[in-house]
């Protein structure tokens, strides 16, 4: 059976800023391994739903609980890789943070964040399928602004 973690993609956007540079993207760094570049995300517990996890790993990993953010409809994205000869699923929903000015808190997971715009985001990620899953999330946003 293959791993399973949930987590959000979150954006802000930057009112001074006009569309569609005024969305940015959050990243975590992590403190151990390859020290990669991620969105909050983390693995399911068990009993526990796949969107009870992405809070719940947003809340622990970056601090922001559902008060601080806005869920995008319609929008999820789920990539499967390969993880120390283990398969990995993991889905990503996306979300707004209501107020740009919120401070990200950080667990002992992650030692730094960064707000950073599509390109500087995509090359944090460095994983193309993050990579395709941000470029999707930036889309989307855009494409949702227009109807």
């Known amino acids: 059976m ?8 979150i954006f802000r956007r930057l009112a001074q800023q006009p569309p569609p540079d005024n969305i940015e993207f ?3 760094q992590t403190s151990y391994g390859e020290h990669h570049w991620t969105p909050p995300k983390g693995h399911v517990d068990p009993g526990e739903d796949d969107l009870t996890t992405a809070l719940r790993e947003t809340q622990e990993e970056a601090g922001l609980g559902k ?23 993991v889905l990503y929903w ?3 943070l209501c107020d740009p000015n919120t401070q990200v808190i950080l667990s002992n997971e992650h ?3 960064r707000w950073a715009k599509l390109e500087e985001a995509c090359k ?3 994983y193309q399928d993050l990579q395709d899953t941000l ?6 946003l855009e494409t949702q602004g227009k109807q």
């Open 2 to 9: 293959a791993l399973r973690a949930c987590g959000f993609v």
């Open 26 to 28: 959050l990243l975590l």
């Open 67 to 89: 008060d601080h953010l806005r869920m995008v409809d319609g929008f999820l994205q789920r990539l499967s890789y390969q993880v120390r000869g283990k398969d990995k699923e």
């Open 94 to 96: 996306l979300a707004e």
């Open 111 to 113: 030692q730094d964040y």
């Open 124 to 126: 944090l990620a460095k």
């Open 135 to 140: 470029t999707a999330a930036q889309r989307y």
